[in-house]
Nanobody, 125 residues
Framework: VQLQASGGGLVQAGDSLRLSCTSSGRALRNYVVGWLRQAPGKEREFVAAVGWNDRNTYYADSLKGRVTISRDNAKNTVYLQMNNLKPEDAAVYYC???????????????????WGQGTLVTVSS
C-alpha cells in the first residue's frame, strides 16, 4: 500500500486544517488507517485511527474534541480534520495503515506497516 499525505501548511493558532491520505492502488477501506505525528526532537505519537469497517474511531486523549478522522471510500481517502490548532500541534503528520487483527493496538505506532511521506503542519502563535 502506497500512501500519500497532503494538506499541511502554515496556519495561525486557532485555525483549522484538513489533512488527506490517499492510496494508489489498494483500497484503504480494507485497512486500519491512522494519523501519527512527529515534532522535532520528539518521538512519533498517535493522533487518530479509523477501523477498516468504519465503525471504530480512536483518538489520542490529548486531542479528543479537536480532531476528527473520517473516510471517503469513493475517493479512497482518509481525512484528519483538526480544529483550534495550537503551536504544540506543529509536527510532520503521517498517515499509516495496517491490516486489522484481533488484539491490535491502534494507538501503537509499531502496529502500522505502511507509511506515507508525511505532511508538515506549522502553527504560529
Amino acid at each position: 500500500v502506497q500512501l500519500q499525505a497532503s494538506g499541511g501548511g502554515l496556519v495561525q493558532a486557532g485555525d483549522s486544517l484538513r489533512l488527506s491520505c490517499t492510496s494508489s492502488g489498494r483500497a484503504l477501506r480494507n485497512y486500519v488507517v491512522g494519523w501519527l505525528r512527529q515534532a522535532p526532537g520528539k518521538e512519533r505519537e498517535f493522533v487518530a485511527a479509523v477501523g477498516w469497517n468504519d465503525r471504530n474511531t480512536y483518538y489520542a486523549d490529548s486531542l479528543k474534541g479537536r480532531v476528527t478522522i473520517s473516510r471517503d471510500n469513493a475517493k479512497n481517502t482518509v481525512y484528519l480534520q483538526m480544529n483550534n490548532l495550537k503551536p504544540e500541534d506543529a509536527a510532520v503528520y503521517y498517515c499509516a495503515a495496517f491490516t486489522d487483527y484481533s488484539g491490535a493496538v491502534y494507538n501503537n505506532p509499531n502496529e502500522y506497516d505502511f507509511w506515507g511521506q508525511g505532511t508538515l503542519v506549522t502553527v504560529s502563535s
